[in-house]
């Protein structure tokens, strides 16, 4: 069974940095692209960022581009999100997806 677990959230202030981290196991990892989704108070769930099996290429939602980078090691299973020059509107749960599923999220606020 397919398992997802995201960590690394937390609280910040604006134009500081987090690293998150999905960890995957249930299924194998290298043939699935990964995609970061947040979703906002009041909003609906959106991807922020994806990768390709290889790691080789990414996309970026347009609010993200140039401050958040997407990563993953076929190796240990596991993929990042760095977000950087985090703003009050990148507060959200942020979800890993991969293989039809997503973790339970982890919280990231960004306040002053």
């Known amino acids: 069974q397919v398992q997802l677990v995201e960590s690394g959230g937390g609280e910040v202030q604006p134009g500081g940095s987090l690293r998150l981290s999905c960890a995957a196991s249930g299924f194998t990892f290298r043939d699935y692209a990964m995609t970061w989704y947040r979703q906002a108070p009041?909003?609906?769930?959106v991807p922020v960022a994806t990768v390709s099996t290889t790691g080789r290429v990414t996309n970026y939602a347009e609010f993200v581009k140039g401050r958040f980078t997407i990563s993953r090691?076929?190796?240990?299973?596991?993929?990042n999100l760095q977000m950087n020059s985090l703003k009050a509107e990148d507060t959200a749960v942020y979800y890993?997806?991969?293989?039809g599923s997503w973790g339970q999220g982890t919280r990231v606020t960004v306040s002053s």
């Open 73 to 79: 090691d076929n190796v240990k299973n596991t993929g």
């Open 42 to 45: 009041g909003e609906e769930r």
């Open 96 to 99: 890993c997806g991969m293989a």
